[in-house]
């Protein structure tokens, strides 16, 4: 190190002296300026994914309820407009029993089960299998359950006005 380097790193440390105080129980103490320390910091970072990863899954499952009710509403509401199309047509409508049947493609794609009277279990729709509605106002009496990715829908229809009269939704996850 030269001479005139020595006289620089002197100058700047006499021109940014560390900042001291004079107290009376201890004498002079030099002043540090406080700061977050890399712990400290990775640990607020955590807790702050924590929080937001705990967020985005409830979101979901309250997404993926939604879903299943506005799947269910448009079950309920295609069984109630075939049951008033036979008593304004009087003439029987027979809806299909498949996949799509309910229009629900879009908001809840699953795989569709029946169980009509008699049965004990829950059962896919056989080929050309339909679900009459009569002029005279009443309906075979049905319960329908849709499965999906995003949970599980279980109607179970009244015969006298196409409404559900038991209803049960369970969202996975």
Known sequence: MTNDEFRMTNCQSIKNPP????????????????????????????ITILVIGVAVLSISGVRAEDKLRRAAAIIETTARQNLLRALNSQQTVRMELSSGAFGTSEEFSGMLQVRRVGENVFRAP????????????????????????????????????????????????
């Open 126 to 173: 056989k080929r050309g299998e339909s679900w009459e509605f009569s002029p005279t106002g009443i309906c075979e009496p049905i319960e329908v359950r849709l499965s999906g990715e995003a949970g599980q829908i279980e109607i179970g229809f009244d015969p006298l006005t196409a409404c559900a009269k038991r209803k049960s939704i369970q969202v996975k996850g």
């Open 19 to 46: 900042q001291a105080s004079l107290s009376p129980q201890r004498g002079f103490a030099v002043i540090r300026h406080s700061a977050f320390t890399l712990i400290e910091l990775c640990l607020a970072m955590t």
